[in-house]
């Protein structure tokens, strides 16, 4: 072999060589790098099947989901809930923790009322609803709701808010209702000037200069708070149906300009004076009882009113009314200026029965129904005469008493374990045996005027 050819040879040898260690390297590294690509997908393919799984931290939530999505078992996916426009079976359920709820992005309409509920920050980015129904909760911090500026009906009564701010862009909303509260100040609502149905009832308020501006408020209820001024109300000519009972008033001549007035509580105030009501003849109901009236002469021109409430007032003289009342109610003892002429269906205690009971407490109202099997309507004083023991009155978050003073047949009642602070309307109760009002937040010295006027009852 000649040098030359020993030498290309050689380099032959060489480069076989190479080539070889480079095909098995190369095959094991296109092997290794196709592997690792397969891992990496299998990673992220499980990543994705874990992110489409939603989880509930609350038992109770989480079985009204399955409940709604017929899914007993198994894994909840983001595709099940994406479904759920309108969830209304999470009221009354025990609820507490809302976590998981977030995910359930298309809501519309959502009823978490009458829960355990105090944190609403999972509510946050759902900002398609429009019906919103928090009542009977442990709420007292509403800024999560501050972007849910689509809501057009929210109900938030029987928490225990103090600060509504959050509130003051939601102003697509025509219905709220924030009863039963802790507010005193209300400036905050003054932009929602599409409102037409407002519930401020059973809170501390006393300037409602806010509400002078809501000029589309058909229906307005201000009962049980510590208004003495109501100059604010007289630009809302809309009002249909006025609540103004339980308050602080003696001056109602800014009403005199709601003409378009249908129903008008006035009750347990301390007016005089109801010459202003003089030109509202579209009453049909008016309630004027507990106060300090003696001239009806004023009613004389509202022909149209059908229930008329004059009880526990100062009055002689009945005469001056209408003879349209399908209801009158008066004290028992009035009997001598009831004439044929007048046309009166129901006249002193034959209209106890008929009397509307009224109970500013949405929870205590619940209860009440509930009892009387009425879910709906008026409660009428014959509904609660029927009510001799109501033992499950128990831990359902009531605050407000008032109305139960009418259930004057109760032998039994048990209160425990609320957030009751004022006794009084308990003390005309005089044929109960059983009383239980502990764990609640009432004050030694009204525990002991309750025993003084129920001094034969067992009072726990």
């Not at 928090?134 to 809501?151: D, F, H, M, Q, R």
């Not at 004076?273 to 509202?280: A, C, H, Q, R, V």
């Not at 003892?333 to 002429?341: A, C, E, F, L, Y």
């Amino acid at each position: 072999m000649t040098e030359v050819n020993y030498i290309k040879f050689k380099w032959g040898s060489i480069f076989l060589i190479i080539l070889v260690v480079f095909s098995f390297g190369g095959y094991r590294f296109v092997k290794n790098s196709s592997l690792n690509n397969k891992a990496k997908l299998t990673f992220v393919s499980a990543q994705v099947t874990e992110s489409m799984v939603i989880t509930f931290p609350d038992k109770n939530l989480e079985k009204t989901i399955r409940e709604y999505i017929q899914c007993p078992t198994g894994d909840i996916l983001r595709d099940d809930v994406d479904k759920i426009t309108n969830l209304k079976n999470t009221k009354g359920k025990h609820i507490k923790n809302l976590s998981g709820i977030e995910n359930l992005t298309n809501l519309v309409c959502l009823d978490l009322s009458d829960n355990q509920i105090s944190n609403l920050k999972p509510l946050k980015g759902l900002t398609n609803l429009t019906n919103l129904n928090l009542a009977s909760n442990k709420i007292s911090n509403i800024e999560p709701l501050i972007g849910l500026v689509e809501l057009t009906h929210l109900k938030l009564d029987t928490n225990h808010m103090s600060n509504i701010e959050p509130l003051k862009g939601l102003v697509e909303l025509t219905n709220l209702d924030l009863s039963t509260n802790k507010m005193s100040n209300i400036e905050h609502l003054k932009r929602l000037t599409k409102l037409t149905n407002l519930n401020l009832a059973d809170n501390q308020m006393r300037d409602i200069e806010p509400l002078k501006g809501l000029t589309k408020l058909t229906n307005l209820n201000l009962a049980a708070n510590q208004m003495s001024d109501i100059e604010p109300l007289k630009g809302l000519t809309n009002l249909i149906d006025l609540n103004l009972a339980a308050n602080k008033m003696i001056n109602i001549e800014p009403l005199k300009g709601l003409t378009k007035l249908t129903s008008l509580n006035l009750s347990a105030n301390k007016m005089i004076d109801i010459e202003p009501l003089k030109g509202l003849t579209n009453l049909t109901k008016l309630n004027l009882a507990a106060n300090q009236t003696s001239n009806i002469e004023p009613l004389k021109g509202l022909t149209n009113l059908i229930d008329l409430y004059l009880d526990t007032n100062q009055i002689k003289d009945y005469s001056p009314g209408n003879t349209n009342y399908k209801e009158l109610e008066m004290p028992s003892n009035v009997s001598t200026v009831i004439t044929p002429k007048q046309n009166i269906t129901s006249v002193s205690n034959q209209v106890e029965a008929s009397k509307v009971i009224t109970f500013p407490d949405g929870n205590l109202e619940k209860l009440i129904r509930d009892a009387i099997q009425k879910p709906t309507g008026d409660i009428l004083k014959s509904d609660v005469d029927k009510i001799t023991s109501l033992q499950d009155a128990k831990d359902k978050h009531i605050t407000n008493l008032s109305g139960i003073e009418n259930l004057t047949n109760l032998t039994s009642l048990n209160l425990s374990n609320n957030q009751i602070t004022n006794i009084e309307p308990l003390k005309v109760l005089i044929n109960l045996i059983e009383l239980n009002v502990s764990l609640n937040q009432i004050d030694a010295t009204d525990m002991q005027s309750l025993q003084n006027a129920l001094p034969k009852w067992n009072i726990k």
